[in-house]
Every structure is written in C-alpha cells, then in structure tokens.
C-alpha cells in the first residue's frame, strides 16, 4: 500500500514538473513571436524608408533632367552650340556633356536617334527606340539596321555600342563604352573584325537624338 502511494506521489510530482516545464516553453514561445513579429514590423518600416527614398531619388532625377534640357535649349538659342548641337523637347533629353556640344543622352529617354554622315549610306536614317524581352535598343524601321549596347567580354572585344545589320548582329561600327545606359553620338569607328564585324566605310556616322 505504501509503495503505491509513494509511486502516485512520485507520478503526481513528475507531472507538476512536466506541466511547469510546458508553461516555461509557451511563455518562451509567445517571448520569441512577439520578438519576431516587432523584427517584421520594424523590416516593414525599413521597407518603406526605402521605397520613399527610391521616389525622392527618381524625383530628383526628373528635376536635373528638365533643368539640364532647359540649359541646352537656352544655350542653342544664345548660338554657343556647335552644328551638332540637337535640342529634344524637356521631357526627353536628361543628361549633357558641358563642354557646349550634346555629345551623349541617357537611352532611356531618347524616343528616336540620327544617324548620319556616314560612309556606308545604308546606316544612314533615323532609328526608333525599342524594347523586347527587357532589353533596350534602337532599330531603322525601313532594313532592321540596330543600335545597340553589347557586352564584350564572352567574345573577347571591349564593351561598346553598336551600329549593326541587325540587332546583335554583324558590327558596322562601334563607339567603345562600359555605360549600357548613356549612348555616345560622337567617337564613332569601323569596327573591323573578322568574326563578328561588316567594317562600314570612311567617314564613321555622327548620331543625334531626331525631332
């Protein structure tokens, strides 16, 4: 009889214990979800801090835009442009070379560019922007002639952008460049190359952005 209280007592602790042991757990649990929920909550701050500076960023940026093409319309109107000089209407030029030529624009902003001067005619014309699968170029709607930007480095060429037969297609000429986004209208060259080039002719184009 004894022995049978003592095992009931022995269980009754051992479930006492167990129980206590339980409730540490959940209160450690609630300690711990409560600490995560403050970790997603404060993540969720940080995100929008994040999102708020990204828009004053790209507002800014829309800012320096208009007023640098209000600083290029004024210059051509005081005549201290070169004849290369092309003014885009404000919303669409947004980056300049001070030197008192346009000599480059940020692609993404130019609608459409002027090719001309060079010694292979065919390149000639003006080429509308275009963009497929994410990628940004700019194509001769009468023969599919592409401007185009081109990482060089799986085919052992330098990074440039390109006036090609198509779009990643044979090279005609080539401006050599690391900046995807910024297309350089001046410094224009043959690009002769065995495997990848269509060497146009002498002299190199000049490109402008078409009105």
Known sequence: ?????????SLKEAMQVAEHQIEERQRA???????VQQERKHMGVERRQFEDEQQSIAQQQTDLDVKLAEMSHLRMELGTGAGRLCCQPAQKLNELDFTGDLTLARA???EALKVS????????????RVVEDGELHFRKQEDGKAIYFQDGFAYGLSNAWYIGDYYRGTGVYWCKSVD???IPFA???LFVNEDFGNPGSYPPPILEIAQ
Do not use: C
């Open 1 to 9: 009889m004894d022995r049978l209280l003592h095992m009931q007592r």
């Open 29 to 35: 649990i609630q300690t711990q979800l409560k600490s």
């Open 108 to 110: 993404p902003a130019v």
């Open 117 to 128: 001067g060079a010694g292979t005619q065919e390149v000639n014309g003006i080429y509308f």
């Open 180 to 182: 995807e986004n910024t």
């Open 187 to 189: 410094g224009w060259e």
